[in-house]
């Protein structure tokens, strides 16, 4: 099993390298460079600037003494619009926000998400059934950034229970969070219902019940496992669809996470953090959904790993 | 695009040379048929799943909507009048005006058009895609099969948003080849191309793009595994064995005879499309003023919800009500095609 997510993580290292190279390809080729702004700036100056962050060598050299900074130290290179930090310290601070916002979110998701889903399966075709799948289907409905601005309205602006912005105590945590899970928490609803009507009905369960097993039992014991497969499958791309769309919810709550970052560095032209931040998001990403599939697999014995 | 498939399912189950050991019975055609055929049964199931007639019907009104509303309206999305600016719901403005005095119900129909279309159109793009390329991977099978699926895994780890960030910031201006390309097959219609009216439908073309080249993954595995389940069934040997070459055999056979799942995955591609284009409408990527789209109205109602907040409340209903519809179609459409899938 160690030799499977030895080798999925490794072959994250080819598919980031042709992230690297794509983007840094894509960022040099589009008009418009870092230094580029409504003031006219003189030549010399640009020029000057150019040859301090080494944008007047020709593209290929640029990239392999990127490539050989990033691989020998680590280091992701200055950033053009922030002078006094590098790419790594906005990085090294912002990420680990992105990441609470992202891992605390799925938590809550997973939370909200299977006991509705349960209930719906169990109950099926009950007017619980029809609530919990009413709800999750407005859920998958509704995007973030208008049930973000319903949140604050009515638990910030009138109720005045919690901040509208920032990210400083648990206070601060508690609607962005909310925002960020409740559409992966519908889908994971929909996909947990599904499971379970699947195994509720399968000859092991029949089984258990013949046993004379409780039915809470039988549910929680025996069908959950099999039934939670679709969701652990989901929970990878869940992930990397919460941390991405947590962008909106890091810029409406004015979040100090990574997405700000990178929405700006595109618009800014400013290559190294673009590069940085892609990378990041994009390990992140992979390495994740390495490890859901390992996880997977131990759920589920009838997946051989190979 | 039912009435395609029907002949050639029907045409491969009688063969007409067989000795006459099994008596067919010569009953009149019209009512043997009635209730055979996959689309018939379906059509009966859809019928009776009361919440995807009912999503259908709303679809529908609003689509006709969006499409008549703006040519009836003695009020223009882009009319802007400051004097008045943003006024709640009256008499003359059903739907209140927003900060610059525009109309809101005029503007939401008009950005109704264009989440529709991006829904629809980057819904086709990606239709076709992952068609061609499901279908010509699943029918080659072997080394080109292996190769072709590969790629679609990589292709998968990839963090797409990002990248359609990315390009939308990269593309969607004018100083690019794309630009050029546009401008050039615009001067076949319009006097003056680079008019900078035209510029925001370049944007939204941009958008239409970037958002079918990421979704058509899953719909090309979907369809690689229909076709591999397909292609060796008795009625593609017939038609083979008659001549029809490769292309015609997963296009013109195969593929019909596939269409329940694909039309299931093509419905509810639309509502993650045009959720999508709402996220980058929210973030400044997606449509841009004077234009709207129900992603554009809903995302600058967020900024003055607390003083406007029928400019959030009406293209936020839309969008919500429009992508609740198409789930549900969506899942019932689901339920009545494929039966090994369906609840009960």
């Known amino acids: ?116 889903g349960v209930i719906g399966a169990v109950k099926q075709n009950t007017w619980a059934d029809t609530l919990a799948m009413a709800t999750a289907m407005l859920g998958v409905s509704v995007p973030r950034f208008v049930l973000a601005p319903i949140f604050v309205l009515i638990f910030s602006l009138n109720l005045y229970w919690l ?27 929909r996909l947990a219902r599904g499971g379970m009507l699947e195994v509720i009905r399968s000859d092991f369960v029949r089984m258990a019940r013949a046993k004379g097993l409780s039915e809470r039992r039988v549910i929680i014991k025996h069908a959950l496992k099999g039934g939670m497969l679709p969701v652990v499958s989901y929970l990878g791309p869940g992930f990397s669809s919460t941390l991405v769309g947590s962008i909106v919810i890091e810029k409406y709550f004015n979040i100090p996470g990574m997405g700000r970052y990178f929405v700006e560095a595109a618009l800014n032209r400013d290559y190294n953090l673009v590069m940085g931040v892609t990378l990041v998001y994009g390990f992140v990403l992979m390495f994740f959904n390495a490890i859901v599939d390992v996880a997977y697999s131990l759920l589920d014995p009838r997946v051989e790993l190979r | ?92 403005h059903w739907m209140g005006t927003d900060y610059f005095g525009r109309d809101l119900m005029a503007r939401t129909f008009f950005g109704g058009r264009i989440s529709f279309a991006v829904g629809i159109i980057a819904t086709f793009v990606s239709f076709v895609i992952g068609v061609s390329w499901g279908g010509i991977a699943g029918y080659a099978g072997g080394r080109l099969d292996a190769l072709m699926m590969r790629f679609v895994d990589v292709l998968f780890t990839f963090p797409f948003l990002i990248f359609v960030i990315l390009l939308m910031v990269f593309f969607a201006n004018d100083q690019t080849f794309l ?93 993650s499309v045009m959720l999508t284009e709402a996220f980058l409408s929210f973030l400044g990527l997606g449509t841009q003023e004077p234009l709207s789209s129900w992603g554009l109205l809903a995302a600058s109602g967020a900024e003055s919800m607390d003083l406007y907040p029928w400019t959030l409340v009406f293209p ?17 459409l689901r339920d009545a095609l494929d039966p090994k899938a369906r609840k009960d």
């Open chain 1, 1 to 116: 099993m160690f030799a499977f997510l030895l080798k999925r993580l490794l072959a994250i290292i080819p598919t980031l390298l042709v992230v690297a190279t794509l983007v840094f390809v894509l960022v040099r080729v589009v008009p418009g460079g870092p230094f580029d702004s409504e003031r006219a700036v003189p030549a010399e100056v640009v020029a000057q600037l150019n040859a301090k962050y080494d944008l007047d060598a020709p593209v290929h050299r640029q990239y392999f003494r990127w490539l050989g900074e990033l691989v020998t130290t680590g280091d992701l290179g200055p950033t053009f619009k922030y002078p006094n930090r590098t790419v790594n310290e906005i990085i090294a601070v912002s990420l680990p926000v992105s990441m609470q916002l992202g891992v605390l979110a799925t938590i809550l998701a997973v939370l909200i998400g299977v006991p509705l």
């Open chain 1, 163 to 189: 901040p509208v912005a920032r990210w400083d105590s648990w206070r601060h945590m508690v609607l962005p969070v909310l925002c960020s899970a409740l559409p992966m928490a519908a889908y994971i609803a």
């Open chain 2, 1 to 92: 695009m039912s009435a395609s498939s029907v002949p050639s399912a029907a045409a491969s189950v009688p063969r007409a040379p067989l000795p006459p050991t099994v008596p067919v019975p010569a009953a009149p055609a019209s009512p043997a048929e009635e209730g055979s055929s996959l689309w018939r049964d379906a059509w009966r199931r859809l019928k009776k799943n009361r919440a995807a007639v009912v999503s259908g019907f709303i679809l529908i009104a609003l689509v006709l909507a969006c499409i008549l509303q703006p040519e009836l309206s003695h009020w223009r999305y882009d009319q802007a009048e400051l004097q008045v600016g943003a006024t709640p719901p009256s008499a003359d």
């Open chain 2, 179 to 271: 630009y050029r390309a546009y401008t050039s097959v615009l001067s076949v219609f319009v006097a003056h191309p680079k008019d900078p009216r035209y510029f925001p439908v370049f944007q939204i073309i941009v958008v239409f793009a970037a958002l079918g080249s990421i979704s058509w993954l899953t719909m090309a595995r979907i369809v690689r595994g229909q076709v591999i389940a397909l292609r060796s069934q008795p009625f593609v040997e017939a038609a083979r064995s008659i001549g029809v070459g490769p292309a015609g055999l997963v296009f013109r056979h195969i593929v019909p005879n596939a269409l329940g799942p694909i039309i299931v995955y093509t419905t509810l591609t639309v509502p």
């Open chain 2, 316 to 332: 936020a209903v839309f969008l919500a009500l429009t992508l609740f519809c198409f789930n549900f179609l969506g899942d019932g």
